[in-house]
């Protein structure tokens, strides 16, 4: 069985001490839907101690997730985190090509593969975005586009490491447009995702890659992508801001 995920990218919102307020406000749906949801929230770096802090000291049913790392162990790369720096703050899930980093930061596949193999080093989980463009879609590439981003990503990786992975499909043309692609176009991209596992890997760890859909995912639709076979969770932007947009996905987790 996959645990559904429910994880909030809370992207360049919250100030240290609004993500603690907000982490504390979620701990009672956080509790009450652990037996079926594995609540994750990926503040900014500048939250991700104030975070923990709450974590530790309230032990909610929550993850700390970091919205992105640089691979390197250290050195002279101004303004990036390297992994040792997001592990000893007790980060568990490590976000990596987003699509807002490979379109406004020009992050290419073989980058985003550097991160993915670094997160799995240095003992943290990736999850590996993909998505594609309204123009990928109408012109009939989706899954050529989709299988090229996952194969380059997953380069590398060891079976023993994948079993792990998360991955998050994001149509971008969907991502804090007010679109939605419906489940059943989801699960299509998400089904050939689990399908591009098993060849790389094998089936026991497909059975068990958790595949998340993310765009526009709100309280009114959560359910919907929820109820699909190879849907397993929700990368949730805008809606997880708050604890009246994230608190009702998180309960759509409910089995």
């Given at each position: 069985?996959?645990?559904?995920?429910?994880?909030?990218?809370?992207?360049?919102f919250k100030t240290a001490g609004e993500a603690a307020i907000l982490v504390q406000n979620l701990e009672d749906v956080a509790h009450d839907c652990a037996d079926d949801a594995e609540v994750v929230v990926a503040p900014p770096f500048t939250a991700l101690h104030s975070v923990k802090t709450v974590i530790a000291l309230d032990k909610p049913q929550i993850t700390l997730a970091a919205q992105d790392m640089f691979w390197?162990?250290?050195?002279?790369?101004?303004?990036?985190?390297?992994?040792?720096?997001?592990?000893?703050?007790?980060?568990?899930?490590?976000?990596?090509?987003?699509?807002?980093?490979?379109?406004?930061?020009?992050?290419?596949?073989?980058?985003?593969?550097?991160?993915?193999?670094?997160?799995?080093?240095?003992?943290?989980?990736?999850?590996?975005?993909?998505?594609?463009?309204?123009?990928?879609?109408?012109?009939?590439?989706?899954?050529?586009?989709?299988?090229?981003?996952?194969?380059?990503?997953?380069?590398?990786?060891?079976?023993?490491?994948?079993?792990?992975?998360?991955?998050?499909?994001?149509?971008?043309?969907?991502?804090?447009?007010?679109?939605?692609?419906?489940?059943?176009?989801?699960?299509?991209?998400?089904?050939?995702?689990?399908?591009?596992?098993?060849?790389?890997?094998?089936?026991?760890?497909?059975?068990?890659?958790?595949?998340?859909?993310?765009?526009?995912?709100?309280?009114?639709?959560?359910?919907?992508?929820?109820?699909?076979?190879?849907?397993?969770?929700?990368?949730?932007?805008?809606?997880?801001?708050?604890?009246?947009?994230?608190?009702?996905?998180?309960?759509?987790?409910?089995?």
């Amino acid at each position: 069985m996959r645990k559904t995920m429910v994880a909030g990218n809370w992207k360049m919102f919250k100030t240290a001490g609004e993500a603690a307020i907000l982490v504390q406000n979620l701990e009672d749906v956080a509790h009450d839907c652990a037996d079926d949801a594995e609540v994750v929230v990926a503040p900014p770096f500048t939250a991700l101690h104030s975070v923990k802090t709450v974590i530790a000291l309230d032990k909610p049913q929550i993850t700390l997730a970091a919205q992105d790392m640089f691979w390197e162990e250290e050195g002279a790369y101004t303004g990036e985190i390297a992994p040792r720096m997001l592990t000893d703050l007790g980060v568990a899930y490590v976000i990596v090509g987003h699509s807002e980093r490979r379109q406004y930061f020009g992050e290419s596949d073989e980058v985003v593969n550097c991160k993915a193999c670094a997160v799995f080093a240095h003992g943290m989980t990736p999850i590996i975005c993909c998505g594609e463009t309204l123009e990928t879609r109408e012109a009939g590439q989706t899954p050529d586009f989709i299988a090229g981003q996952i194969r380059c990503a997953l380069k590398g990786i060891e079976e023993t490491c994948a079993v792990n992975l998360v991955i998050a499909y994001e149509p971008i043309w969907a991502i804090g447009t007010g679109k939605t692609a419906t489940p059943e176009m989801a699960e299509k991209v998400c089904k050939d995702i689990r399908a591009l596992v098993e060849e790389l890997f094998g089936e026991t760890v497909s059975a068990r890659v958790r595949i998340l859909y993310g765009g526009s995912v709100k309280p009114e639709n959560a359910a919907l992508f929820f109820a699909q076979p190879d849907i397993d969770g929700a990368l949730v932007g805008g809606a997880a801001l708050s604890v009246e947009g994230f608190a009702p996905i998180i309960k759509a987790a409910r089995k």
